[in-house]
């Protein structure tokens, strides 16, 4: 009796209660949509970041990340090469040798990051072999060749004021300390976008490295990339167990790249504090409305109690009107979000002129992205079912404190 009396009461002012749902509606839609936006953003700030250096995972030595240097190696074995490929959620994996070097051309000589890298498992890993602006990028091993080569930042290549094709003098330090040098040809340069590591980058074959290095059969680190970034911690977790006994860690992205954590969470907060806002103007929304349909009743909830209803059960079917509103709402606004979402997500919104430099500058990906991620709709449900609660908290206390001779007078 009472859910047939709650829906009657509700479709009895169809206009009031349109109007009560589409605040639920308005509000679960915005925050679906404005968190989609953000998390979609993050997302491929994420992906065009690890696939533009380290990879979402890095397996390493332990203390290499907080101070590295060529002497914190490991050997990479085929057993561990195994363990790592095999392991759940990795998608790939590729060993890296990084050091520091001065790159030397005529009377010109710059410092540069030089990394090691296989050429057949890097794609699996990064987008380095796609940034090729000029020339080509690293062929096969050319161990036993006369001139090793080396691919370099373009803006490095106009610093040196020397060409694709044209060898220069590398000089770093080995793994004994000694310090040495050798002849290299430039065989390409690269474009990333970022413009600090276009200036000192450069790629050289790990094989060609590790000679010069004396580094045979050892590298600093394995780049991994997964099968689900979402679920790079537990990836983590799982080869942390198996490589605490060898002496390496697995790092997710989130302790390689710190400053893109850090401003991640701080944009964020900024999205949250956003939300809190709407949802209190909302929140006074909702309570305004449904106290109005209450208030505008007290003379039928009089009469009610006159003949004999409980106040309790008066309350309960005065709740359950509410809660087929906020139903109905959560699903029309889930359904609006979800559709908005997944038309974003299909036809992102790419940024061009001075405000695709900002986003570069701070660190995200130029592009306006969403996401239909289930955890969205979850968080703005519950969020929205929460302060909808809240706002019905005082109607409702109006209804179970309600005198029938007063409710009866009630004008």
Known sequence: MLVRLAWRSLWRNWRRSLIAMSSVVFAITLSIVQRGMQYGTYAETIKTAVRASTGYLQVQKVGYNKSPTIQKSFALSPALRKMIDEAPGVNGSSPRIETDALLSYRDQSLGVLITGIAQKTEGTVTDFPEKVSSGRFLSEDTTGSSVPGIVVGDKLLRNLGARVGDSVVVLAQGVDGVLGNMFIRIVGTFRTGSEEFDRVGAFMNIS???TFLGMEGRINAIA???ADPDEVQIVAGHLNRMLKPMGLVAHPWQDLLPQLKQMIELDNSSGVLY????????GFGIMNTVLMSVTERFREYGVMLSLGMSQERLVTAVAMEIFFLLVMGFIAGNGIG????AYWLRHPILLGGDLASLYQEYGFAPVLISSLSFRIFVDSTLTILGISIVASVYPLW???TLEPLKGIRYT
Not at 275 to 282: G, Q
């Open 208 to 210: 060609d490295l590790q």
């Open 224 to 226: 991994i990339s997964v």
């Open 275 to 282: 939300i809190i806002i709407l949802l209190f103007v909302v």
């Open 338 to 341: 979800a559709a908005v979402n």
């Open 398 to 400: 109006r209804v179970l």
